[in-house]
Structures are given as structure tokens and as C-alpha cells.
């Protein structure tokens, strides 16, 4: 596959629409719960098995998910909202039809701010949004023969009327790696404001992309083709790339793009055509009269807005204004609300908040990426950073050896206060203890003080390293290199 | 009173019978099933009884009211409920094959709240095929015959429950209105037919045809019978997103016979020569009159587009049922064709075998209605009609009480006879199909006879004013004896 995006003959245009599964208990129309890893067809209900005379009722939770999505993207939310169904045979669904919102959408007209990726011209695009809705999922169709056996297929239905939002952004996206820039910003966002888990691996955030090329300078948008199911961030990106070269190859022969329904298959790396449009399935949507219509008041939108918490994008500009941190520094501690907790909390023990930032994004974020965690789910408290801090600030300890102490605190938790004690990790500052140190390996190292003494100074480092050698690691650096220089310095003029 | 296998009495006879110790349920409920089997045998009014669990329930019935615990004024009382209402743990069938073997794990709303009244039911009534139909021919289990005429049609689609009311099997019965199926074999089988206003009754385990227009209501001999069930099936369902949270109507106070004041509305669209039998509007006239004598006053009202409302319901109803049917696909329950060959043959072939025609008419209509290009002409145009048609209401509405009409335009025909013209039984529910698209409450009661069958009047009110609709049905009926007709009693 060719890195030679962007393309030299053509303008991308890209526009994504993201299904993102809410955070709730119960199903969106059906009070089954919401519940994996159970055996298939248990989390269900007569009403998302469709039985005959089953009602829907609306999940006022799920409402209330979707607007604190809409109010984080900066949507319109409408007053009046309607719910239709779209109709369609398949065996995951159950009612022969999707409840879903069609010509009266829950909002529309939004934006989000996108951190481009390096080497664009813009450091921030700003990306709008045509619409956000909310929908049922479909259940699910297993044809794998080692589990069903034969040649037949079986229906799960636990995921059938989970409630999802559908996430419409116009096609104001240039590059697959904008695109997948867009995917993160927006699946932090969602996660931000608590609405959505937005795992991709889970399948809870699943991405539709719609493409098309068009000549550098023209205003009119191409053919577009949809590919479906892009389930991870790097099928995003390569599922894109080769829709994009396929069509700059169908135009670069002369031919034209139809519109279609594409998939991606990531062992070959290219997209191939699952349906044309002119197969394209009649949903017959119309309003779904078992469901009134969507009324949100004002002081319901006021409600869900006064309980939203600071976007990141003004916590960032806030780190930045009031610790002082650089852009990009305040950019990766605001990426998730519960990071950012997690700083604050730290810093507002500190009275340096930009040691609290160092320590954080040098140490605790290395270690959680080892043991694959998320800040929530590590057991160091910011308590207990903010105290390892201050206890390295304060000399008990040195830096070194406080940070060897991290991967184990947010692995299993702990005072630092005590481990140190306990592992015997207290900074050595007694003045006689690191003279004695110093003054060993000055003489087991006359040879190198005379080096240093001749003008090489970089010895000193060299010299450093030994005492720290000899005193395990616990010694102040600062304090055994006044120590060490002095003594080098002094001697040579006694 | 009758007993052995005669004709049960009227629910206000059965009630004092219970009270005065005349009579036990088990007793009733026995003289009902026994009735059931042999009359509604012969009538096709029943798809199931319910003979050891009725008689279960009349035991325990019987055992509140010796403790003097009685639930309420059907407490003990047989009744009959359409085929197309579920029970838990029982089977419903809709009289569709679709539904072969269907166990239902859950009790409609209104089924819980008749069993919380200690109402009994003796079984499902026999009805079109998902209450699609007027004549209650296109079941499963063969036609309803009439019990004034078992040649003719006793109206549908709630036939069995109407039947099994004109024929004293039960005093009362549940029907499902969504275009007239109520009122009309209320009308046809000359007894006192209630749809209520949308909403009044909960839809929660009613199997759906047309989900705007569906409603569930009563049958009974009188308006005050009517009025009790009402009562007892009314009321907010969390369940049913379009319930009402109105609480149940207080009709026994409003039935006080005094409709003096009251002003009733005469669509002067409703009463033209054409498509009406000059018996019915005769009847009606005289109805009508029978009410000015009472104390009421009569007004002309116009309702411009009722002549749109039937075009407009056959394309919301089948548009809708188009889509609440299409669960029926042979995979999770019901009927499935053997020995398919892949996912469209499972599809068309359990759904081909599994329909009734008039069903299958129904829903490639309504598939067409919602198509791609079709939309706009059809259904939107339908629900513009529908708007049209609430207003006309909203306006006659507010220079009369009620308004009063045929119930149908014609008397029962001869089953069969419209077999081959579904257009024409269509037209049959020109009176009938305006009060679903505006969800008004619309009662029909028998207001006289022409050739040995029973006409039925009109009465329909504003929204949520059932207590004023029955008070004038209670008003009429207190001055005149239509409603005591029986039908001959079979050989």
C-alpha cells in the first residue's frame, strides 16, 4: 500500500458516522438489562425478542446520555424529536424493524476542535457535526460452524435494543489520518462527559466512513462510496487509504465511481463492493406511532448542562493558563477526565503543580502503559504521589529511587512513606557517611581526579556514578556533587 | 332467572343474583362454558375455552365473596375476550396461522386488570384474522355467524366477543377497535359496542395491527354494562408509551338519565341518499328524535373530510401493520415452513403459508404506502388527511356535546358476500373509521330493527368524555327497549 497521501491528483473527502454504545443499565426500549459475558439470549425481555403485543418505552437515561453527548459537541439540541422505524428482514431484528431517529434527529449542527497529526498545516481543525441520534443495536448472527455447528445460524440477542448514539459528522475530513485524529478526539470526548465507554476493541464504538475523491480546487463533491464496520483505529486508516487509491485508480482509467456499500478485508488491504446502490434496501422509514415524539424543555437541557463537567478542551486551556504547562503537556493530561482528576488532585497537594505534571507524564503514565491500565483503574491515590513527590522535594529520598517505586504503587498501592522506610531507601545525607563514600573513590580513582584536574571535567560524572555505586542510589545527586567538588576543586589548591 | 343452558342474564341480573346468594359463580361460569360450547359452537364465536381454569377461578371467586371480599362489580362475572389479547401461559392466536402454538409469557394490561377485578374469562373470541376485516370470515377457524341470522355476518373484526354478548353466552366482552371493530358487530348483533379514547385503555399485550388506531373497549347489552368494564380496564400504563395518565372515567355517577341541555351534533355529511339504507338512516332519525324528547337538543355540524377518512385509514392502518407484522417471520415463534432452503425461502415461505389473504393484501398495501417515491403521495398525505379530520371534530365539537350517526351504513350481509369485493366492505366503515383517526371515544348502540337484524346508532364525544358519551347512550336507553332484544333462541 502506497504512504503517498495526500493524493497528488486529488482531493479526499471524508465524512465518518460513528455508532457509540451509551452508558446505561437497561436497553434503550426494553428493560432488559445491558449485560456481556452472559450466555447468549439472557439479557433479554418480550420486548426486544418481539414478542407479539410488546410496547417500547423510551430509557430516560439514555436521553439524557445523548444530550450530555450533543451538549459536549457543541450540537443544537432540538425541542422536538421523533422516532421512526426503519424497516428492514433480518434475523438479529427481531421487530423486522430498527427504532431509530430519521428526518427529526435529536440535534444537529455541531463541532469539535481536532488536534491535526504532525505535519499538517493546521495544528487544530475544527470538524462539524451534522447530526447526533439515537438508535437500537441489532442483535447479533453467529454462522461460525465450530460454534453452531452445520450449516446454521444462530441469533444472540443480548445485544439487540442496546441503546447507541449515532454520531454524523459532514465531510470536512481530508486524510485518513485526519480521520483517525477526528475518531480520537470525539471517542475522548464521549468518555470525557461520561456517556460512553467508546471501546472500539468491545465493539461499543464502531465507525462507518463515507469517501470520495475529487480534482485539487473543485467545489463539488464526488461520488461517494460507504465502508462499513471499521471496528479499529488502524482499520480506519488503511480501510480509507485503500478505498482512496481504488477510486484515484478508477478515475486515473477514466472510469467513474459508483456509489456503494464497501467493505474492507484487512488481509488483502483492499475494499471490495458488498452492495450497489442500485440494491439498495427501501428502509420504508416512517414515524414509530407505538412512540410519542421526543420533547426536551429548556430546563431539562439547563439540567444536563449544570452537571457537565469542564470539557477538556477548556481544562486544557486552563492547565496551561494557571500550572503554567506547556500545549502538548496539557493536551495528554486532559486526553481523559479521569486523568485530569487525577492531576489536579495531585497538584492541589503540591506547591508546584508542574512537578505533579512532570511526575505524572514521565513516570505513572509509563507504568500504566506496561500493565496496560487506565488512571481509574491503578491503585496509587494522588495522595500517595503527592506525598512521594514531597518526600523526594523534602530530601528523605532521592528521585531515582522514588521512581522505582512507581510501577509497584499503581500496581498494588501502598504508603510511600513506609516502603521507603521499609526497603531502606532513605537518601544517605549524613555528612560523614557521603564524605567517606567521596573520599574512597577519590583515592580508588586517583588517576580520573587527576584527569579531572587536568581540565578534563567530565569526569566528574564518571565520579558521581561511583559514590552513587557505593551508596546504593540513596545519596542526594546534588549533595554528592557539591560534596565531590568541593573536594576535587579544594585539594587542588591546598 | 335462566339457567341450565339458557341465555345468561344481563350483568346488572347476574350481579343482584350473586348478592343475594341466588346464585354462586361456579354456577354461572358453568351455565356460560356450557352455553359457550353448544350455541357459540354453532355461532364459531370462540377460538379456546378456558373451562378448568374459569372454574378454578370461580371457586376462589366465590370464596371472596362468602368473606364478603369482594374486588369489584365483575368480580365472579364470565366474560369473553378477543383472540388477539395475551395471556400469560396460554395460547393466542390472532385466528392466524402465524401464530400456531404461540404461548405468550406475559398478561396484557388489561387482561391484569380484569383478573385484579375478579372478572372470569371463559375463553377467546373468535374474530378476523389480526383484526383485520368487518364480517369476521377470515379466520383460521372459519367464520362468525350472526345469531340473529347465522347466514349473515356478525360485523368485525371483534365478531366472536359481539356474538357471544347478542347470544348470552357472557354479559360482557373485550373487543379491539382500530377502524370500527367494535361498534360495527356491536351495530350488526344489536348490542352496545365502546371504543374508548386512544390511550384511555392500555395496548401493553394487545397484538398489534395498526398502533395509532388500535384500541381496546367493551361490549354489553346496556351503556351502564358497558360503562362498569370500562371502569375496570381503564387507566395510565407505564408500559404503553401512548397511555393516557388520565385515571379510569367515573361513568356510574354521569349515567343519571338527565340529558336535558345537552346538544346533539348531526353531520350533515352522514345522512345523504347515497351509500346508506333508508331503514338505517330511518332508525337513526327516530333515535335521534327519541333523544330531543328526552331533553336534548339537536345541531346541524359539518365534517368536510370524512369523505377522505376511509382512503386515509386504509393507508395509515395497512402502512402500520405493514411494519407490526413483519416480526412475524417464522424464526423465534409461530408457524415456520418446513424444509426451506436458505433465509428468503424461511421468510417467504412461512409468511406466504402462514398469512391469511386479507392479511397478505393488507400488508403489500401497506408495504407500498411507505415506499421510496410513494411516501409523500400516501402516507404523509394520509396523516395531512388525519389532522384535517381531528379538526372538523375539534370544530363540531365545539357547538355540540355529541355527535350521532349510523354506525354502519348497511345491515349485516350475507357471509360470502363480500368475499370478492373488499373495496366495498372497506366503504362499510365510512361512519365508523373517523373517531380512530381522531382517537376520539365512540360508542353503538341498537337503536331498532329492519328485516329481522338489529341497526345500530353512533354516538361519538371528545376525548376522554366517556362519561358524557354513556350518559346520553344511558339516557336513550332508559326511554327505549332496543337494546332488551334477544335474538331467537337456536333450535
Not at chain 2, 395509515?316 to 408457524?335: I, Q
Request: hydrophobic share 40%; glycine share 8%.
Amino acid at each position: 500500500m502506497s504512504a503517498s497521501l495526500p493524493h497528488p491528483d486529488y482531493e479526499v473527502v471524508i465524512g465518518l458516522e460513528v455508532h457509540t454504545q451509551l452508558r446505561t443499565a437497561s436497553k434503550l426500549f426494553s428493560p432488559a438489562p445491558v449485560r456481556y459475558g452472559v450466555p447468549p439470549n439472557h439479557a433479554v425481555h418480550p420486548v426486544c425478542l418481539a414478542l407479539p403485543g410488546v410496547l417500547p418505552v423510551l430509557n430516560r437515561r439514555a436521553v439524557e446520555l445523548a444530550i450530555r453527548a450533543a451538549l459536549a459537541t457543541h450540537c443544537k439540541v432540538h425541542p422536538h424529536s421523533v422516532f421512526a422505524r426503519k424497516n428492514y428482514f433480518y434475523p438479529d431484528l427481531p421487530k423486522g424493524y430498527q427504532i431509530s431517529q430519521y428526518e427529526e434527529p435529536l440535534a444537529t449542527e455541531g463541532w469539535l476542535d481536532v488536534p491535526m497529526p504532525d505535519g499538517g498545516e493546521e495544528a487544530v481543525k475544527r470538524v462539524r457535526l451534522h447530526r447526533i441520534h439515537m438508535e437500537e443495536d441489532a442483535g447479533k448472527s453467529i454462522h461460525d460452524p465450530a460454534v453452531v455447528g452445520s450449516d446454521a445460524t444462530h441469533v444472540d440477542l443480548n445485544r439487540a435494543g442496546v441503546p447507541l448514539l449515532e454520531i454524523v459528522s459532514e465531510p470536512d475530513l481530508r486524510s485518513p489520518a485526519e480521520a483517525a485524529a477526528y475518531l480520537r478526539t470525539l471517542r475522548s470526548v464521549l468518555r470525557y462527559v461520561e456517556v460512553s465507554d467508546a471501546d472500539m476493541e468491545r465493539g461499543n464504538f464502531r465507525c462507518d466512513a463515507n469517501v470520495s475523491l475529487r480534482p485539487h480546487g473543485s467545489q463539488t463533491l464526488g461520488t461517494r462510496t460507504e465502508l462499513k464496520n471499521l471496528n479499529s483505529f488502524r482499520f480506519v486508516e488503511a480501510a480509507i487509504e485503500a478505498e482512496i487509491l481504488r477510486q484515484a485508480e478508477v478515475l486515473a482509467t477514466g472510469g467513474t465511481v459508483h456509489q456503494a456499500t464497501m467493505a474492507f478485508d484487512p488481509a488483502s488491504g483492499r475494499t471490495r463492493v458488498l452492495r450497489s446502490k442500485e440494491n439498495a434496501d427501501d428502509y420504508r422509514y416512517f414515524p414509530d406511532p407505538d412512540l410519542v415524539p421526543l420533547v426536551i424543555s429548556q430546563q431539562a437541557i439547563d439540567a444536563v448542562t449544570a452537571t457537565l463537567p469542564e470539557l477538556a478542551e477548556a481544562r486544557r486551556a486552563r492547565f496551561e493558563r494557571d500550572f503554567g504547562l506547556a500545549e502538548r503537556d496539557a493536551r495528554i493530561l486532559t486526553e481523559s477526565r479521569a486523568l485530569a482528576d487525577f492531576f489536579e488532585a495531585v497538584a492541589g497537594e503540591l506547591s508546584a503543580a508542574r512537578s505533579a505534571a512532570n511526575w505524572i507524564l514521565r513516570d505513572v503514565l509509563r507504568a500504566l502503559k506496561d500493565r496496560e491500565l487506565e488512571i481509574e483503574d491503578s491503585r496509587l491515590a494522588p495522595e500517595a504521589l503527592a506525598r512521594l513527590i514531597g518526600l523526594v522535594e523534602q530530601g528523605v529520598t532521592t528521585a531515582r529511587a522514588a521512581r522505582e517505586l512507581v510501577p509497584e504503587l499503581v500496581a498494588d498501592g501502598g504508603d510511600p512513606a513506609t516502603l521507603i522506610r521499609e526497603r531502606g531507601l532513605e537518601s544517605v545525607s549524613d555528612a560523614g557517611l557521603l564524605e567517606g563514600a567521596v573520599d574512597e573513590v577519590v583515592r580508588e580513582h586517583a588517576s580520573d581526579v587527576e584527569a579531572y584536574r587536568a581540565g578534563e571535567s567530565k569526569v566528574v560524572n564518571f565520579l558521581m556514578g561511583k559514590v552513587m555505586q557505593k551508596t546504593r542510589g540513596k545519596a542526594d545527586p546534588a549533595a554528592v556533587r557539591a560534596l565531590l567538588l568541593r573536594r576535587l576543586d579544594g585539594d587542588a589548591e591546598s | 332467572m335462566a339457567t341450565g343452558s339458557g341465555p345468561l342474564g344481563t350483568l346488572p341480573e347476574l350481579r343482584s343474583a350473586l348478592d343475594s346468594g341466588e346464585t354462586r359463580s361456579v354456577a354461572l361460569v358453568e351455565q356460560s362454558l356450557d352455553r359457550a360450547a353448544r350455541v357459540g359452537g354453532a355461532l364459531g364465536a370462540f377460538t379456546r375455552l378456558r373451562g378448568e381454569e374459569a372454574r378454578a377461578e370461580a371457586e376462589a371467586a366465590d370464596a371472596r365473596r362468602r368473606a364478603g371480599r369482594s374486588l369489584s362489580p365483575l368480580d365472579g362475572i364470565p366474560v369473553a375476550i378477543k383472540d388477539n389479547l395475551v395471556r400469560r401461559g396460554e395460547v393466542t392466536s390472532c385466528a392466524s396461522r402465524i401464530l400456531e402454538g404461540y404461548v405468550s409469557p406475559y398478561s396484557a394490561g388489561v387482561i391484569e386488570r380484569l383478573d385484579a377485578a375478579g372478572a372470569i374469562s371463559i375463553g377467546s373470541t373468535n374474530m378476523d384474522e389480526f383484526a383485520m376485516g368487518s364480517s369476521s370470515e377470515h379466520s383460521i377457524y372459519g367464520p362468525v355467524r350472526n345469531p340473529w341470522d347465522p347466514a349473515r355476518t356478525p360485523g368485525g373484526s371483534s365478531g366472536g366477543s359481539a356474538a357471544a354478548v347478542a347470544a348470552g353466552i357472557v354479559p360482557v366482552a373485550i373487543g379491539s377497535d382500530t377502524g370500527g371493530s367494535i361498534r360495527q358487530p356491536a351495530s350488526f348483533c344489536g348490542v352496545v359496542g365502546l371504543k374508548p379514547t386512544y390511550g384511555r385503555v392500555s395496548r401493553w399485550g394487545l397484538v398489534a395491527y395498526a398502533s395509532s388506531l388500535d384500541q381496546v373497549g367493551a361490549f354489553g347489552r346496556s351503556a351502564a354494562d358497558v360503562a362498569t368494564v370500562l371502569e375496570v380496564i381503564a387507566g395510565h400504563d407505564a408500559r404503553d408509551s401512548t397511555s393516557l395518565p388520565e385515571p379510569p372515567p367515573r361513568c356510574a355517577e354521569a349515567l343519571d338519565g338527565d340529558v336535558s341541555g345537552l346538544v346533539v351534533g348531526i353531520p350533515r355529511e352522514y345522512f345523504v341518499e347515497q351509500g346508506v339504507s333508508p331503514e338505517v338512516v330511518q332508525s337513526v332519525r327516530a333515535a335521534i328524535e327519541e333523544l330531543e324528547a328526552a331533553g336534548a337538543k339537536t345541531r346541524e355540524v359539518s365534517l368536510p373530510t370524512s369523505e377522505f377518512a376511509v382512503a386515509a385509514y386504509y393507508l395509515v392502518a395497512t402502512a402500520e401493520a405493514s411494519s407490526n407484522l413483519a416480526r412475524y417471520d417464522g424464526v423465534r415463534y409461530g408457524y415456520r415452513a418446513r424444509n426451506v432452503n436458505g433465509l428468503a425461502d424461511l421468510y417467504q415461505r412461512s409468511r406466504s403459508e402462514g398469512f391469511g389473504d386479507e392479511v397478505k393484501l393488507r400488508i403489500v398495501l401497506g408495504t407500498y404506502v411507505l415506499s421510496a417515491g410513494y411516501y409523500e403521495a400516501y402516507y404523509r398525505k394520509a396523516q395531512q388527511v388525519r389532522t384535517l379530520v381531528r379538526r372538523d371534530f375539534e370544530r363540531a365539537f365545539s357547538a355540540c356535546d355529541v355527535i350521532a350517526t349510523p354506525t354502519a351504513p348497511e345491515l349485516p350481509f350475507r357471509l360470502g358476500e363480500r368475499a370478492e369485493d373488499p373495496l366495498r366492505m372497506y366503504l362499510g366503515d365510512v361512519y365508523t373509521v373517523s373517531a380512530n383517526l381522531a382517537g376520539l371515544p365512540g360508542v353503538s348502540l341498537p337503536c331498532g330493527s329492519a328485516d329481522g337484524m338489529p341497526i345500530g346508532l353512533q354516538l361519538l364525544a371528545p376525548p376522554l368524555e366517556e362519561a358524557k358519551l354513556l350518559r346520553v347512550a344511558d339516557a336513550y336507553q332508559r326511554r327505549t327497549d332496543h337494546h332488551r332484544a334477544r335474538p331467537p333462541e337456536p333450535a
